[in-house]
T-cell receptor, first 116, second 120 residues
Framework: DAGVIQSPRHEVTEMGQEVTLRCKPI?????LFWYRQTMMRGLELLIY????????DSGMPEDRFSAKMPNASFSTLKIQPSEPRDSAVYFC??????????????FGQGTRLTVV | AQTVTQSQPEMSVQEAETVTLSCTYD???????LFWYKQPPSRQMILVIR??????QNATENRFSVNFQKAAKSFSLKISDSQLGDAAMYFC?????????????????FGKGTLLTVNP
């Protein structure tokens, strides 16, 4: 398996523009997580999905952020409009979670977003 | 809510020596997972070691081992025979085992991380 695949690896955009980050989880995994990493705040969970359904989006900063998971093999995180304070590394991770057992989370290589 | 605390923002160790990274957590649950992840400069998050709370035996992976003290809610990582390639940010993380209705507690909670420097 190729692991969790994120695209793009790097994104530079101007303030006010729309940004879409993409993630392909590991085949067979049923949980998907979006994290944001900054020096000041560390790793923050933005949202996670279980069986394609958003379970907890309490970490989504504000209405400018939205995430979708239309099927088990694809998810997007969209920021519209983007602001300089959104600059960070965004990670996608996936895992398998059953009724009484789960695997560890496997991370993609992250997308470094710079908003100028 | 579960919290994970890493009290050492930075640590350093001499090559070939042993270093221990600290982690404490707070939870009311009895069954859960604990993890140590490594993030080198490449920024890839790599799983180092995993511990199930119901197992009394401490997990070991080659030069990496943990000291899991469930009553004290402590989960430290020991790196033996440190190598230059061990230099990285290390994150401690917690995840429940027992799902609640709707799976609302499946999320992985991280500490702030410890930056480990290995000196030649």
């Amino acid at each position: 398996d190729a692991g969790v695949i994120q695209s793009p690896r790097h994104e530079v955009t101007e303030m006010g523009q729309e940004v879409t980050l993409r993630c392909k989880p590991i085949s067979g995994h049923n949980s998907l997580f979006w994290y944001r990493q900054t020096m000041m705040r560390g790793l923050e969970l933005l949202i996670y999905f279980n069986n394609n359904v958003p379970i907890d989006d309490s970490g989504m900063p504000e209405d400018r952020f939205s995430a979708k998971m239309p099927n088990a093999s694809f998810s997007t995180l969209k920021i519209q409009p983007s602001e300089p304070r959104d600059s960070a590394v965004y990670f996608c991770a996936s895992s398998w979670q059953g009724a009484s057992f789960g695997t560890e989370a496997f991370f993609g290589q992250g997308t470094r977003l710079t908003v100028v | 809510a579960q919290t994970v605390t890493q009290s050492q923002p930075e640590m350093s160790v001499q090559e070939a020596e042993t270093v221990t990274l600290s982690c404490t957590y707070d939870t009311s649950e009895s069954d859960y997972y604990l993890f140590w992840y490594k993030q080198p400069p490449s920024r890839q998050m790599i799983l180092v070691i995993r511990q199930e709370a119901y197992k009394q035996q401490n997990a070991t992976e080659n030069r990496f081992s943990v000291n899991f003290q469930k009553a004290a809610k402590s989960f430290s990582l020991k790196i033996s025979d440190s190598q230059l390639g061990d230099a990285a940010m290390y994150f401690c993380a917690y995840r429940t085992i027992t799902p609640k209705s709707g799976g609302s507690n499946y999320k992985l909670t991280f500490g702030k991380g410890t930056l480990l420097t290995v000196n030649p």
